[in-house]
Structure formats: structure tokens, C-alpha cells
């Protein structure tokens, strides 16, 4: 039967590897931020940046953005949504193209989510009375403010995919939405000659 002195040394190195093993285990993200490999906000397409900027550009413009700030290798792009009475949000994509060694880029995409509340602040009058001082009134009017309550990065990877999927269709070789229609081919002079002779 093991000793008592046995007994409290077991113990106590138990409880040393137990502790050992709490401070080893690394402490969790911040906001569950993880630097992993996915391309959720990346893509890479076999043209220059400037190209590839400007099939983004195209890619907002289509799905009614308001370009803000654009250069040849980066952008900046704006649309509004009001999906409360008295809630507006704002998505704001950015948008940066960088050149790879083989002479294609690739496409980085952020686009934060900021919402705005509206505020009611009610207008106040001061009223000078002797012998009392100024009293403040309230004033019917009111002023009506939107503030905002909050932004965070847009994480949906499908947002992305879809995204990318769009500047990928305003590519060089890609059909041209505004061009028009080809006329048909006009029948050759027999053809139309074969139909007169018709009853």
C-alpha cells in the first residue's frame, strides 16, 4: 500500500501537469479572427490589374453602386439600402488589383456593412424672465439625424463568389451587353425570286 508521502507526491505532480497543460493551450482569436487559407476575399484572373479593375468597376456599376474613388489598380464603390422605416445601411466595397509575375492579378475585395438609425433630438428655447433668469422651452420643431449604430466586414463567402463571378463575365472575350443584336442574313436574290414566283 502506497505511502502517504507516495500518495502527496502523485498529487501534487498531477496537478503540476495539469496547470502545464492550461498554459499551454493558446488563447482563442479575437473575434475568432483566423488567418486561414480560403479565398473568400480573393481572386485570380489571367489579365493586368488595370483590366481587371476596371472589369470591377463594370461589375458594381451593373448592380446599381456608385463608384466613389477609382484609379487604374483600385476602387471604391457605395450602394445604400433602407430595409427598416427608420434604419438605412450602407455597403461600401473596396476593391484593390495587384499584379502577379506570370502578367495576370489578383483582385482583393472588402466590403463593410455600416447601419444608421434615425434620431430624434428635440429644439429647445432659452426666455429670459427677471428675477427668475433664463428658463429653456421646448420649441415644436425637431431635428432628425441618422446615426450610426454599427459596421462589420461582410464575411458571406456566396456575396463573394457571386461577385467575382460577375467581374469574371466583364472580362476581355466575354459577350458585350450593350452591343445590339446581329441582323439576320438577308435570303440571296433566287430565294427571293423563287418565293414571287409562288402563287
Known amino acids: ?51 481587371a479593375c476596371e472589369a ?9 453602386y456608385v463608384i466613389g474613388k477609382s484609379a ?3 476602387l471604391e464603390a457605395t450602394k445604400s439600402f433602407q430595409p427598416e422605416a427608420e434604419v438605412h445601411t450602407q455597403l461600401n466595397v473596396r476593391a484593390t488589383c495587384v499584379p502577379q ?9 472588402n466590403a463593410v456593412q455600416d447601419r444608421y438609425a434615425l434620431k430624434t433630438q428635440s429644439n429647445s428655447a432659452s426666455l429670459g ?11 415644436g420643431s425637431s431635428n432628425a439625424n441618422l446615426v450610426r449604430v454599427g459596421s462589420s466586414t461582410v464575411q458571406n463567402q456566396d456575396f463573394y463568389q457571386r461577385f467575382f463571378d460577375r467581374v469574371k463575365f466583364y472580362l476581355p472575350g466575354t459577350p458585350d451587353l450593350a452591343a ?8 440571296p436574290d433566287s430565294a427571293l425570286q423563287d418565293a414571287r414566283s409562288v402563287p
Do not use: N
Not at 56 to 64: C, D, E, I, K, M
Not at 101 to 109: E, K, M, P, Q, R
Not at 180 to 187: F, K, Q, Y
Open 1 to 51: 500500500m502506497p505511502s502517504c508521502r507516495s500518495l502527496a507526491i502523485l498529487l501534487l505532480a498531477l496537478a503540476t501537469a495539469a496547470c502545464g497543460s492550461r498554459q499551454d493551450k493558446p488563447a482563442p482569436p479575437p473575434l475568432g479572427e483566423v488567418f486561414g487559407a480560403e479565398d473568400t476575399y480573393s481572386r485570380t484572373y489571367p489579365v493586368a490589374p488595370a483590366t
Open 72 to 74: 487604374p489598380e483600385a
Open 180 to 187: 445590339p443584336p446581329p441582323e439576320p442574313d438577308s435570303p
Open 129 to 139: 424672465v427677471s428675477m427668475i433668469g433664463s428658463v429653456s422651452l421646448p420649441v
Open 101 to 109: 509575375a506570370d502578367g495576370g492579378s489578383i483582385v482583393f475585395l
Open 56 to 64: 470591377t468597376r463594370r461589375a458594381l456599376l451593373g448592380q446599381g
